[in-house]
């Protein structure tokens, strides 16, 4: 059964992006430290297990405007090689990469999120962005929730809640 799952790295002071997140710094000043634990060559067994079953389970994604504007030419791609929904207010054509599909949505979470299952099949329906996090959890529509503490302090940014 597809599962809404939602997956954060988060510093040990509730950050989950550094301050000032745009172009220049998409995961905000020294955000990027958040994701080193998915980078790093060589990688820590339970690291590596955590990344293969992320994406070996994943179906399709959901992301907020906010995301897709600072990740899209970081990634050259979709973040995960599934169909990814766009919550945004502004529509436009699907934008297909070699990958996946970014889709754009602006019907809302509910919609972005039945269209997400039906492309996600069996697979889990993985969030990606702040302000997706943020909204879905005030809708009760995450099934799981896990977070990954990074030994880091970042002292300001993009709190989780």
Known sequence: MTKVVLDMSMSLDGFIAGSNVGREYPMG??????????FSTPKDKVDADVER???????????????????????????FPVPTFVLTHQGREKLIQKSGTFIFV?????????????????????????????????AGLIDELQINHVPILLGDGGPFI
């Not at 000043?29 to 998915?38: A, D, K, P, Q």
């Not at 069996?122 to 302000?131: I, N």
Request: a negative charge.
């Open 53 to 79: 079953e992320m994406f070996a389970r994943t179906g399709a994604v959901i992301v907020g405007n906010r995301t897709f504007e600072v990740g899209v030419d970081l990634w050259e791609d979709v973040p």
């Open 106 to 138: 602006t019907d809302g979470i509910e919609s972005a999120l039945q269209q997400a299952r039906a492309a996600a099949g069996d697979k889990d329906v993985r969030l990606m962005g702040a302000d997706v996090a943020q909204q879905f959890l005030r």
């Open 29 to 38: 000043v020294n955000g990027e430290s958040l994701h080193t634990w998915i």
